[in-house]
């Protein structure tokens, strides 16, 4: 199936973007044989859902550039699919954009396509990408006695579910860089992966880069004026949160890599592991190599934020 | 009940945030009459559930400051509750902060308790309360040809039901501050205010001031950098969008008046009304007077801000 060269046969490059939170993920979760059958809880099968609005004669199957687990997101991802229209004509490209766009937004579904474009059948969005980037979010809290006064301390709530708070006693942004520097370039990173359900042939993957970028708490959206307001800045100092952007960007990655290299750096950081133990996880690829001390980070704070081709 | 007098009883006043999106509403919505019934789908049914962590003796019942609509955000509201300890002693104020976020943390629920106090006995959070300020935030969208146009473009996902998106072929922001002077001073909002099940004794409120305040894409989180990848710039101007936030400071306002009154203002900025149609609708307070051309805005742009005491 998918020849472009038959009549009314198009495959069709779609850039989109979604929050993760309400979905179990972003790969269709219900067994491909059971033709038509609705995935309304993953993010690949509310596109299918939506593709169907436009008639066409095949059944659309997406196939997804990368997978995401329940509750990350994606500021720039891309699918591709391909269509048969009942005529001889193809589909408009921007008719697709805009029938999956009315879908979700009647739908309230946080998904929104940014493009759609026809490509040659050839064309694969997994296996043609050259690389991509992915952003991991924290706001970390220093605080100085137990851990309980994290939950005492105010959040900026329109951060939830899109952020992860972190709470330490200490943090070396130098030596979290220090450690991401370790991760660059090629190497097994068996220790970093997770278990799934589909092994990959090798575990051996290149990170071109990992960028750390601190925020100050004033360049954070309404944080600064509104989620600061008077009443709870009285016992809020501004030193008190530091907003850092992690991006990772490389070819591809394992299963939870990004989330496990992520929680190495911090902990790294933060003086739960030092930069000796990072290189011993790296050393020696192994499910047994990783350290009990660092916890993998939470999906809500990571996002895809692009592929490129 | 609720006397702070007897031995182990006290009052507190909370200060907390929520995200509206996953509530019914703010206030309980199952009748008080059936003592000890939950009402998990609600920010006071969810308080009252935190609450009896702590094993008071009495069943805690919420006073909430502010009422507000399912879906609308707080970044920082209050209630008060009486709570009755089982020895003599009261409750320290820090423990109830921990339990119910705690509580929250643990349960997944966008809300977050900022402070615990003690007040006196005839301190009521609503009735105290001299001042509110609510935020109304915009993403306005400048197109030149159809409404349709909106859905192709590219919008912030994770601004999804934090901010309201709009779309129009023209803003003038200065237009839009003129008609915020309208509404401030002493008005009859009859106009402004929607049907609700328990009406007010007036319909006359003053807005104390309406502030609209302009970002530029850049100063908004990480919009800045990630909204706006690669793929989906190359058709972006940045002169696109227009972030607005409108705040409205008053001492109490009426069912949606501030959803409606932010509507009015909108479309005076992108010539849906004029001024004098603005005018019409506080001089003739009715609900006959309220201009069908103007669509009450949807409540997951609206945060309440702050209430003063």
Redesign the interface.
Known sequence: MGSTNAAGWARYLI?F???GSPFRGSQRQVTRRIANLDDPSTVQGRLEMGLKRLRPVNNPIVFMASRTDAGV?A??T?CHVDLQSCNNMIFEP?NI??CL??YF?KEEL?I?V??TKLVLNDFHCKKSAISR?Y?Y?VILLKYDEDI?TT??R??P??E???CHFYGAKTIDIDLMRESAKLFEGVHDFRTFKSKSNDEPKSTVKEIERIDIIEKRMTD????A???W????LQ?VDSNTYTFL?IYFKGKGFLYKQVRRCGAAILAAGTGIVDLKDIRCMLQVPSVNSWNPRIRTLPPHGL?L????Y
Chains 1, 2 share one sequence.
């Open positions: 850039n973007s979604y929050i997101h500021l720039n891309t921007q954009t805009l766009n009315r937004t946080p929104r940014l493009s980037t952003l979010r309980t939950l005492l105010f959040l709530i329109e939830f579910k899109r954070i959206g309404i944080s004026d509104f989620s307001p008077r009443n709870a016992n952007d996002y934020c692009n592929i490129e």
